[in-house]
């Protein structure tokens, strides 16, 4: 039973002040139950998300979220905070705004301030055939509704003084494509806030609980054995991200998912220099840059190459996003870098999510989310909880469905999102 948690306002945090008692763990640990109807596995942005959906909007009330290690120990708080929907086929982009409009009001909704920053990603071009791809992309958004900008390098420069064009900059930059609305959330307190939430409707969040096999009976899902014992579970979801292909060799099908690390790293602070997301490929480098309100640069790339779980970033791959930052930022050549880290990705074969029945008509996969799936947690999590509660799978995710690999119809958005492994 978890204890009521306080509603935080301005008047609320003032009385915090003067009151001991105020401060209470966003969510109380829980121990297994023998029988829930819905078993999430996997604490990070989407079961969350996904667990969060199925109390409040379908009314759900047992519900456990299991975790192997401690909550928001995955991806969801190693990702460089990025959410945008600035893709170019509809599959994605409807699916995208509808991610990122959640994410405009989710400090409201949730009652937990997540620091929603709509500071503008924008997409660079180096050369006058990568303007016109940035233009059919922007146009493309346009017509969907979702807001975008083409910016010719005055214009650029306007927006984003540090690309100064008079710093010796080995690559020129033609002028990029801009969505305003598009910036940064903080990665933990998207997972914190999600998982207060859930816990407040009365979901049971385990961790250090590793899940460990199916077992079944008359032919469908019966539950899950665990590190902590077996559960009962009327439909069980799998939102384990990096581990989705372990998951299939669990149930014994292969999925088209390899697991691939990503890194991100962290400068030392400076004074603020970057005041939007700027995404730079050339060639085969990329780069992305933000900068933490700390005053950390934050930066990423693609992904190592080899598939891998150890999360130990490769130092070639380190190199690169840096040559490839300062090659953008001249003027950044002797910052220092503090720390790196890494995170294991699902990649799909053609970068974009899964989420569908798994094998059994109770089992779920919430999955594929490849390196661009922080953008995706509220949209996943509130069509995966409609999927599971009601049979029936949300227009927005129609596309997402497991059996386009069979049937041959990807989706192939590549070199506007998430895509697989580039070699
Ligand atoms: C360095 C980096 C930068 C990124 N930058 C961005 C970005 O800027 N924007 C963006 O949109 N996306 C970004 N991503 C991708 C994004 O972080 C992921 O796609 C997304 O977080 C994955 O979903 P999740 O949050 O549910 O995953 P996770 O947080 O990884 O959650 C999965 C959980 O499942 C648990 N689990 C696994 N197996 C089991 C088991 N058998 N039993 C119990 N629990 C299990 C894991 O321990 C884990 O906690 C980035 C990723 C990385 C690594």
């Not at 493309?140 to 927006?159: E, H, K, S, T, Y």
């Not at 439909?235 to 390899?258: C, K, Q, S, W």
């Not at 190199?319 to 990705?345: C, D, F, M, Y």
Request: aromatic share 8%.
């Amino acid at each position: 039973m978890q204890t009521p948690r306080p509603r935080y306002s301005a008047a609320a945090l003032l009385r915090a002040r003067f009151s001991r008692h105020f401060w209470k763990p966003l969510w109380n640990p829980a121990k297994p139950q023998d029988h829930y109807d819905v078993v999430i596995v996997g604490a990070g942005g989407h079961g969350l998300s996904t667990a969060y959906h199925l109390a409040r909007d379908h009314g759900i009330k047992r519900i456990a979220i299991v975790e192997k290690n401690i909550l928001g120990y995955g991806n969801v708080a190693r990702n460089t905070t990025i959410v945008r929907s600035n893709y170019l086929l509809p599959e994605n982009h409807y699916f995208y705004e509808d991610s990122l409009r959640r994410y405009e009001g989710l400090s409201r909704e949730l009652n937990y301030n997540v620091m929603y920053s709509p500071r503008g990603v924008v997409d660079l071009a180096n050369s006058d055939d990568e303007m016109v791809a940035l233009a059919r992309r922007g146009n493309a958004m346009r017509l969907a509704g979702i807001d975008a900008q083409l910016l010719d390098r005055p214009g650029l420069v306007r927006f984003a003084p540090e690309l100064n064009p008079y710093l010796p900059r080995r690559y020129p930059i033609m002028g990029g494509l801009v969505q305003r609305r598009a910036g940064t959330v903080r990665h933990d307190a998207v997972a914190w806030g999600y998982a207060r939430a859930a816990a407040a409707l009365g979901v049971d969040i385990i961790e250090r609980c590793e899940v460990l096999g199916l077992t079944t009976q008359a032919g469908v899902a019966s539950g899950v054995e665990t590190s902590l014992g077996h559960i009962r579970a009327d439909r069980i979801v799998f939102a384990v991200a990096g581990h989705t292909g372990a998951i299939g060799t669990m149930l014994g099908i292969p999925l088209p998912v390899e697991t691939h690390l990503l890194q991100a790293m962290v400068s030392e602070p400076i004074k603020p220099l970057v005041g939007s997301v700027l995404i730079y490929m050339y060639g085969h480098a990329e780069v992305y840059i933000t900068q933490s309100d700390r005053g950390g640069l934050v930066m990423g790339g693609a992904l190592d190459g080899m598939p891998s779980y150890t999360r130990e970033p490769a130092w070639h791959r380190l190199e690169e996003i840096v040559q490839s930052a300062v090659a953008l930022l001249p003027q950044i050549a002797g910052v220092k870098i503090l720390r790196h880290w890494a995170g294991t990705n699902d990649q799909t074969m053609d970068g974009s999510p899964l989420i569908d029945r798994l094998k059994y008509d109770n089992v779920f996969l919430n999955g594929g989310w490849c390196y661009g799936g922080f953008k995706a947690i509220p949209a996943s999590g509130a069509a995966c909880a409609t999927l599971v509660a009601t049979g029936t799978a949300p227009d927005l995710i129609r596309n997402f469905r497991l059996s386009r690999f069979a049937s041959g119809h990807m989706i192939d958005e590549k070199g506007a999102g998430p895509y697989p492994v580039r070699q």
